[in-house]
């Protein structure tokens, strides 16, 4: 299957400094690819080399299995919708007339317009101006812009930027609906690992302009490896007797760890320690949590 996306050693140079560095995304058809990074690790100007806003230092982008260029590049953008950055509109225009406004530019029929306003659920507030709308609205509204056309891919930018918890429910809620009702592939980025992993499907993780994680959300998961935590009263004789039976174990500052075992495996190795008169303090199951491995990747604490 043909990717959605994919760049090839893509890279974009500002002066000395490197943004983006040798670029190898691949966005497959029908899924939610969540691009993930720190602030001001290179996912907008990515996302806008994609869309041609941008113009590459080095390397290629494919769009639908196409190469994007100067020549193709607006028979391709119809079918994309995107939502980079801040929302543009018109503040002492309606709903309804900045959408009417883009589907003129896009060429697209009016009736779209009711279409979009109830997928983004403005229907009650389309008469409403924009310089009354909350940024919850605005959000809804610069993607009903993007979806206008009923595109095949969409690009979002932080789309929960700046919303409340019950706006970054609902936007959730949206992003996660297209690819199903509406045959959408969406890439979608954020600094918020907790969003990425409540909607994505991939996931690719960028830090300091190169991508050091790609693939599905689920192998990030697993990733995520479970450890067994074990505490005595003398972790010298403990060590020594879990290495004398070459069971492996490493010490980590009060407590010894031991790759995940099966529990019977565990009771016979607790009947052991306690046959050699080593005292247990605690045993516990340690998990790596996404956060944990988004610090592996990246050394930075994801905001949640």
Known sequence: MIPIIQTTQLCKKYGKAMCVKDLDLVVPEGAIYGFLGPNGAGKTTTMKMILQLVHPSSGAVSVFGKEMNHKNRLDILKDIGSLIESPSYYGHLTGRENLEIISLLKDVPKKEIDRVLRVVRLEQQKNKKVSQYSLGMKQRLGLACALLGNPKLLILDEPTNGLDPAGIQEMRDLICSFPKEYGMTVMVSSHLLSEIDQMATHVGIIDRGELVFQDSLSALHQSSSSTITLRTLDNDAA????????????????????????????????????????????????????????IQFTGKAASL
């Open 239 to 294: 060590l020594k007797l879990l290495a004398d039976r070459a069971i492996a174990c490493e010490r980590r500052g009060p407590s010894l760890v031991l790759p995940m075992i099966q529990d019977d495996a565990l009771a016979s190795l607790i009947y052991m320690l306690c046959e050699a008169h080593i005292g247990i303090l605690r045993v516990e199951e340690q998990t790596n949590t996404l956060e944990d491995i988004f």
